[in-house]
C-alpha cells in the first residue's frame, strides 16, 4: 500500500522531517506502507482532459496517484495545497483529512459557527473586521478577553487583554486594515494556563492528556513547555471530541477542550495536530492508530510509473524516496 504526505514547504524545508512526518514514514515502513513526503509547490497543477485517469503531474513526471494522502499544512493553509489536496482526492485518493475539512479547521471562526449549530459548547466570540468593532467587543465581552487569529496554532498570535489599554496595545500593532480578521473571544477563567488536547482518529478518542502552562502563564501549549499528563477520558470528553470532528469532518484531529466549571467548551480543532507531547504521556503510537484506520479503509491501487516530457528550461526535480 502507498501513502503520501502533502506538507507546507517553509524557507528551511524543517517542515518535511518534523518529529510527525519522520514517524510516519518509518512506522509506514514497519506495517508494510511506502510512505512518500512532497511538497505542494512540487505539483503544478495541469488540467489536461487528455491526461490519463489516476496520475498526477509532479515537477518532470507523471505519478500514478497514491492509495491515500495525509495532509500535515500546519494552521495556515495556502490555496495551492488546498488545490492539490482536492485534485487528490478527485480521483479517488482517500485524504485523511480532505481538502473540506481541512479548510473549515484552519478558519477558527467558521470552525465556531458550525459547532453552535450542533449545539456544542464553544466560547462566545465576535468578529472583529474594523476598529468600529471595539466598542460592541467591550459591550459583548468586558474584561478579560482573548483576541486572536482567524487562523494559527501553537498558541501564536493569541493575547489575554485584561483592560482596554492592553486591547488598544494589541489593536495598533495590527493596525486598521481592510483585511482585518480577529476574533475577540470570551476568556475562561478556569482554564487559565491548562487545557485538554483530545486526539480523535476515525471516530475514536485514542487519546487524551491535559496541558498545564509553566511559570503562571496563559498558553498552554507543548510547544511552549507546558507539562502534559494522561486525562481519563470521561463520557463527557469523548461525546464533545466526536461530535467536533463530526461537525468539522475530519478523520484526525486534536480537539482542544477548555474547561468551564464542572463542565468543558470547545476551543477548536486541528486537523493537523502534533502528537509529539500526546505520545510522551500516553500508551499510544498516532501513526499506528492511522495505518490501522488505513488498513481497514483503503483499498490498493497499481503502482506504475509514467515518464512525461519535461518542458525546455524547466529544471529537473529531485525524486522523493
Known sequence: MRGWILYRHGESDKARWS????????????????????????????????????????????????????????????????????????????????????????????????????????????????????????????????????????????????????????????????????????????????????????????ACMKRQAKNGRYKANFCRGAIVTEEEVTERIEDLALRTTSALDLDIAGVDLLFDGDDYVVCEANSSPGFKGIESCCNISIPHKVFELVKRTVTSRPTTTVGMRVPKGQPRATTIK
Open 19 to 206: 518529529y510527525e512526518i519522520s514517524s510516519f514514514v518509518s512506522l509506514g515502513r514497519k506495517a508494510g506502507i511506502s510512505m512518500r513526503v512532497f511538497s505542494a509547490d512540487q505539483f503544478p497543477l495541469i488540467i489536461d482532459s487528455d491526461r490519463p485517469d489516476g496520475t498526477i503531474a509532479m515537477d518532470n513526471l507523471l505519478l500514478k496517484v497514491p492509495d491515500f494522502v495525509i495532509p500535515r499544512m500546519g494552521a495556515v493553509t495556502p490555496y495551492r495545497l488546498l488545490a492539490v489536496l482536492r485534485e487528490l482526492e478527485r480521483q479517488g485518493v482517500h485524504a485523511l483529512n480532505g481538502a473540506d475539512g481541512v479548510a473549515t479547521a484552519m478558519d477558527k471562526f467558521r470552525t465556531q459557527q458550525l459547532l453552535v449549530r450542533e449545539g456544542i459548547p464553544t466560547p462566545r466570540s465576535l468578529l472583529i473586521s474594523d476598529l468600529d468593532d471595539i466598542e460592541r467587543v467591550e459591550k459583548e465581552l468586558g474584561y478579560p478577553l482573548i483576541l486572536k487569529g482567524i487562523t494559527g496554532s501553537k498558541g501564536n498570535g493569541i493575547c489575554l487583554c485584561e483592560d482596554r489599554g492592553r486591547l488598544d496595545d494589541y489593536m495598533e500593532l495590527v493596525g486598521d486594515s481592510k483585511e482585518m480578521k480577529l476574533i475577540a473571544q470570551e476568556f475562561m477563567t478556569d482554564s487559565y494556563g491548562r487545557d485538554l488536547r483530545v486526539f480523535v482518529i476515525g471516530g475514536e478518542v485514542v
